[in-house]
């Protein structure tokens, strides 16, 4: 805590230090010295103190269309009120973008004055709820010493895992740990049952390129339904849980404190950018170059081996996400029967003199089968499917059923 503390007291004192005259100086860095000596150990909370749970709306990046949790520390007594934020990350680490991608990035928590934390979120028009919890003097020191050693440079960064292991999971573990077996779950706080996937979907528009990226790059294992601990990856589910939870029969908290009301307004959609209007815009280029090459018997080239490529490029992706990376949601994706990862190779063996070669019409009706077997998948409930895919579920049968035809008449 002294580290942490003398950073949030004497940062105005130690910015100027370097501006003082050289006995001033020595003077600063006595008390500045005498401060750390005094907060080496960390300090008693105070009957005055309260910890609370701060739950926050939904924002305009897609990190944050799922709300925030955080941890509020405030002891008036001492001066003390701070956050403690578990979704802290930083972009401009090196490889955090392939980290990312492997599922091996680490989020750290991070700890900030109340003020600053309530700013942000006052500027961004995002809604704030504090829930305190209910919790004698001894009870809040133990919870306070948690945070403090998992806020150690040892202990802070944890493996982020956006279902299992996030901002949310963190404060519901944290409280599991600092309560005792006293602290019990409610699993009733659920109206329905839903799946995680339908639970990340709730969140984001459908005709959304991120929408459509996640639910791409998720694969089978996000269609289980969800058990009603696991909902607590959302925010707004743990706020909900952290409502109706008990602390030795007792509830945990007994309101919600309104800290910022809800202004914020989501950006309107461009449907001219969306996902579904790209889809149909290529499904319409293509089903139109295929009439032109079935009037005058030729194949455009270009266009297949075009698809061949992104079909190829995407499925390679979802490939290396399934068997190459550590996330948990994006096992078992079937959106690699129709991103097949194997087109690139078929590129090489399409044509053959200009023409096209004859071995590829039993490709292409597997091809066919596979995207016959996702929409059974789909329809049986083992994957659910982003619904804008349906136009390009559409430009690549008809294309593949007029590759066919084609060589069946040279």
């Known amino acids: 805590m002294a580290k942490g503390l003398c950073c949030l007291f004497y940062s105005d004192i130690c910015s100027k230090y370097y501006t003082m005259v050289p006995s001033t100086k020595v003077i600063t860095f006595i008390l500045l010295l005498l401060g750390y000596l005094g907060l080496s150990q960390i300090p008693a909370l105070s009957p005055l103190s309260k910890i609370s749970v701060l739950t926050s709306g939904p924002g305009h990046p897609l990190y944050s269309k799922f709300g925030h949790s955080a941890v509020r520390v405030q002891d008036p007594s001492q001066g003390i009120d701070v956050v403690y934020n578990y979704g802290t990350f930083d972009f ?24 600053y934390f309530i700013q942000e ?16 003097a001894d009870e809040k020191n133990h919870l306070f010493k948690l945070l403090e050693n998992n806020y150690l440079p040892q202990n802070r960064e944890y493996l982020y895992d956006p279902v299992f292991n996030n901002c949310a999971t963190k404060i519901w573990e944290l409280l599991e740990k600092g309560l005792d077996h006293s602290l019990r779950f409610d699993p009733t706080y659920i109206d329905q049952k839903k799946t995680i996937r339908q639970l990340v979907n709730d969140h984001l528009p459908t005709n959304d390129w991120g929408s459509f990226g996640i639910n791409l790059a998720w694969g089978a294992v996000v269609d289980r339904e969800a058990t009603p601990k696991e909902h607590l990856f959302l925010p707004n589910y743990l706020m909900d849980q952290v ?104 590129l090489f063996f399409m044509f053959r003199n200009g023409r096209l070669f004859h071995p590829l019409k039993k490709y292409l009706l597997a091809l066919l089968l596979c995207m016959g077997v996702m929409i059974i998948l789909w329809f049986l409930g083992v994957q659910s499917f982003s619904p804008v895919i349906i136009p390009l579920l559409i430009t690549l049968s008809v294309r593949y059923l007029f590759l066919i035809w084609r060589i069946g008449n040279q």
């Open 92 to 115: 401009r680490k090196n490889g955090f973008y392939l980290k990312f991608a492997q599922g091996k990035l680490n989020y750290t928590l991070s700890r900030g004055p109340y003020r």
């Open 121 to 136: 979120y006052r500027e961004e028009q995002r809604w704030v709820v504090e829930q305190v919890l209910q919790l004698n």
């Open 243 to 346: 409502g109706v939870a008990t602390y030795r029969e007792h509830p945990i908290t007994e309101k919600k404190n309104i800290l910022v009301a809800d202004a914020f307004h989501p950006q309107k959609t461009n449907f001219l950018l969306s996902p579904l209007c790209w889809f149909i815009l290529l499904m319409l280029w293509v089903l139109w170059i295929t009439y032109r090459d079935v009037k005058t018997g030729r194949t455009t080239q270009w266009l297949d081996r075009l698809l061949f490529i992104l079909t190829g490029v995407s499925g390679t992706i979802l490939f290396l996400l399934w068997f190459a990376a550590d996330h948990s949601a994006t096992k078992h994706n079937y959106n690699l029967l129709w991103a097949f990862p194997l087109n690139l190779g078929a």
